[in-house]
């Protein structure tokens, strides 16, 4: 059964850090591409970074060069660092798994969210 546990939410004062972790059973992540989402209240979920199963990474431009993803195939865990954070990155962050159909590439699993709120 694939399951995507996110942990490490919390309540951070703007320009803190907080270390995001997504922990996977089921599958072996170093066969996927991995992503993490985030979604505000009232708003659309967003992506805001890739790493694929080589380690390529993207980012949204508004997380760049303040987030930082990357993987640990040995822990089957996907990590979201997060530093400079800002009040506009609260949010539910989540964890997602990436696969491909043909040359399409969508989402196919999600964890449940990690909450982020950023306040002072």
């Known amino acids: 059964q694939v399951q995507l546990v996110e942990s490490g939410g919390d309540s951070v004062q703007p320009g803190g850090s907080l270390r995001l972790s997504c922990t996977a059973a089921g599958f072996t992540i170093n066969d996927y591409a991995m992503g993490w989402y985030r979604q505000a209240q009232g708003k659309q979920r967003e992506s805001v970074a890739f790493?694929?199963?080589?380690?390529?990474?993207k980012y949204a431009d508004s997380v760049q060069g303040r987030f930082a993803i990357s993987r640990d195939n040995a822990k089957n865990t996907v990590y979201l660092q997060m530093n400079s954070l800002k009040f506009e990155d609260t949010a539910v962050y989540y964890c997602?798994?990436?696969?491909?159909?043909?040359?399409?590439?969508?989402?196919?699993?999600w964890g449940q969210g990690t909450q982020v709120t950023v306040s002072s």
């Open positions: 997602s798994r990436g696969t491909y159909s043909g040359n399409i590439y969508y989402e196919d699993y």
């Open positions: 790493i694929s199963s080589s380690y390529t990474t």
